[in-house]
């Protein structure tokens, strides 16, 4: 199996000066609180999928923190949008099998297994709702040759359904260019509330993702 690692956020509007929903909380998503924990397991997943996809890269640990936290909140406004628009996802077409399971599990021995399996198909539940948004906007059907310009307008229009939830990050996030659109240069500036009990001055887990 081909390990596809979920896409970065290009961009979405992120709410500042706002609290984080308490101690140990990361994002906070139309009332969907995700933690810390939560997202430091998401970015060791993405970190060695995409180490294995990338031998010779050398990826910034917060940045792929940052990638796991928006990407967290991007599955939780897929869902909605979904339940929403009428649109089904088949379990058929997101669950990992027991194959490729194995597979996973013997090529990843260090990761816990059901963490890969979540983000793996997370980010395929979300590539699929964002192809069939795609769709009904276009008006076109998703072939080999429009698949690419479908899915990215259809996550465009989920980044658009996230910035709307004014989403709230943790100050301890660096969320790269998420930074840039709402001129934040590094982590996001929010009150002293939003931070957790950790320190944010500390390195974060994963400095580095490297093979």
Known sequence: MRLRVVAAVAAVTVLAGCSTGGPGAAVVVGGTTISMSHVDETAEVICQLSVAQQPEAVIPGAEVRGQAATELALTVVAEDVAEREGITVRESDVRVGE????????????????????VLEDGTRVARIAEALGEEASGEEITEQTAAAIQQAGRELLLEALAETDPEFSPRLEIGELAAQVDQPGPLAVTAAAADDEDPAQPVATQTCTA
Not at 103 to 110: H, N, S, V
């Open 99 to 118: 194959d490729d399971r194995r597979q996973i599990a013997a090529q990843f021995p260090d990761l816990e297994l059901d963490t890969v399996i979540a």
